[in-house]
């Protein structure tokens, strides 16, 4: 099995920086694709980035953010740069299934965090 343990979060203002990381444990982490999703109260959960041998972003937070992995560490993590109010959310890491294509798709995803709070006050 694998553990993922996200961690980070916290209260920034607008404007500001925050790097999450999600530390994993087991045996797939060096060849599974790795992403971050976002669930903010009331809405579904979203996708925001994910990392194999190429990165990916959601719209929303291009140029913003940016997914980087240590295969050393077995961490991901996560920049968050120019934070908006909008990205107020608990944010989650996964291990993307090597039998299900797709990026975005919280569905392709078989492992999970517990998640991580952020918050960003105007």
């Known amino acids: 099995q694998v553990q993922l343990v996200e961690s980070g979060g916290g209260l920034v203002q607008a404007g500001g920086s925050l790097r999450l990381s999600c530390a994993a444990s087991g045996r797939t982490f060096k060849l599974s694709t790795m992403g971050w999703f976002r669930q903010a109260p009331g809405k579904e959960r979203e996708f925001v980035a994910a990392?194999?041998?190429?990165?990916y972003y959601a719209d929303s937070v291009k140029g913003r953010f940016t997914i980087s992995r240590d295969n050393a560490k077995n961490t991901v993590y996560l920049q968050m740069n120019s934070l908006k109010p909008e990205d107020t959310a608990v944010y989650y890491c996964?291990?993307?299934?090597?039998?299900?294509?797709?990026?975005?798709?919280?569905?392709?995803?078989?492992?999970w965090g517990q998640g991580t709070q952020v918050t960003v006050s105007s």
């Open positions: 990392i194999s041998y190429n990165t």
């Open positions: 996964a291990t993307k299934s090597a039998s299900l294509p797709g990026f975005s798709s919280q569905s392709a995803y078989d492992y």
